[in-house]
Nanobody, 126 residues
Framework: EVQLVESGGGLVQAGGSLRLSCVVS????????ITWFRQAPGKEREGVSC????????YYTDSVKGRFTISKDNAKNTVYLQMNKLEPEDTAVYYC???????????????????WGQGTQVTVSS
């Protein structure tokens, strides 16, 4: 059974940092992507950052470029999202999601994703 479990959310002041973790279990597919999404109240789910297994390529939405860094530790089956210089606009529930196979579309489209975690709340105060 595939499971994705997020942790690391919390309350932080603007300008602060958090590191989110996504522990992936039961995931044995060679071609896959792990993406962090977020959803703020009243807004659509938004792709934030993705790491692809093909060549380790990483992708970021424009609003987090230069502030967030995605990485993975294969030995720990964990994908991280280091978030620096946090802004109140980053407040949301953050989810990690897994996509299996060789995918040619947008990694930030949530519809093709096969597996989702339960989410972790990130709140940035001004």
């Amino acid at each position: 059974e595939v499971q994705l479990v997020e942790s690391g959310g919390g309350l932080v002041q603007a300008g602060g940092s958090l590191r989110l973790s996504c522990v992936v279990s039961g995931f044995t597919y060679e071609d896959h992507a792990i993406t962090w999404f977020r959803q703020a109240p009243g807004k659509e789910r938004e792709g934030v950052s993705c790491i692809s297994s093909k060549d380790g390529s990483t992708y970021y939405t424009d609003s987090v470029k230069g502030r967030f860094t995605i990485s993975k530790d294969n030995a720990k089956n964990t994908v991280y999202l280091q978030m620096n210089k946090l802004e109140p606009e980053d407040t949301a529930v953050y989810y990690c999601a897994g996509l299996i196979g060789d995918y040619a579309g947008s990694y930030f489209d949530p519809r093709p994703y096969d597996y989702w975690g339960q989410g972790t709340q990130v709140t940035v105060s001004s």
